[in-house]
C-alpha cells in the first residue's frame, strides 16, 4: 500500500485555520509561505472549491471552477514569460511539479492570489451574515 507524503496536502486542521486568517484579514502572502509546491496547489484547488462553495450561497449566481480559471492568466502566457525548459503541456496538466517546483510554486502564488482576490468579496458577505 503506498501511503502519501505528509507534506503533499495540507489537512482539513490547516485548511480551517487558513479560512480563518482569511476571514480575519490577514496578509495572504503570511498564509502561504513556507508552503510546499505541491502544498500550494492543494490550497489553490481548495481555495477555488471554497468559492464555488460559497459563491453558490448567493442569488446572483454560482461561479464554476471554468468561471474562476478564466481571470487567471492562461498558462502558455506564463510558460513562455518563464523561458521554461519543460514542455508546454507540462505547465498546462501541472505534471512540472517534480521537475520545477520553483516556477510550479509561483504559479500556483499568482493562482492563489487570483483566487483570493475573488474569494475575498464572498468572505466578506459570509463574515458580515455571521454577525
Given at each position: 500500500m503506498?501511503?502519501?507524503?505528509?507534506?503533499?496536502?495540507?489537512?482539513?486542521?490547516?485548511?480551517?485555520?487558513?479560512?480563518?486568517?482569511?476571514?480575519?484579514?490577514?496578509?495572504?502572502?503570511?498564509?502561504?509561505?513556507?508552503?510546499?509546491?505541491?502544498?500550494?496547489?492543494?490550497?489553490?484547488?481548495?481555495?477555488?472549491?471554497?468559492?464555488?462553495?460559497?459563491?453558490?450561497?448567493?442569488?446572483?449566481?454560482?461561479?464554476?471552477?471554468?468561471?474562476i480559471k478564466s481571470r487567471m492568466e492562461p498558462v502558455p502566457n506564463y510558460y513562455y514569460k518563464q523561458d521554461c525548459r519543460e514542455p508546454l503541456e507540462a505547465c498546462l496538466n501541472e505534471t512540472c511539479l517534480a521537475s520545477n517546483p520553483i516556477c510550479f510554486s509561483n504559479k500556483m502564488k499568482m493562482q492563489i492570489q487570483v483566487v483570493l482576490s475573488i474569494l475575498e468579496s464572498y468572505l466578506d458577505i459570509t463574515a458580515s451574515t455571521a454577525n
Open positions: 503506498l501511503l502519501k507524503s505528509p507534506n503533499k496536502e495540507l489537512g482539513i486542521t490547516r485548511k480551517a485555520r487558513i479560512m480563518l486568517q482569511l476571514l480575519d484579514k490577514e496578509n495572504p502572502t503570511d498564509i502561504f509561505s513556507g508552503l510546499s509546491a505541491a502544498q500550494l496547489q492543494d490550497l489553490r484547488d481548495f481555495l477555488e472549491a471554497q468559492t464555488m462553495h460559497l459563491s453558490g450561497l448567493r442569488e446572483d449566481g454560482h461561479l464554476t471552477l471554468t468561471d
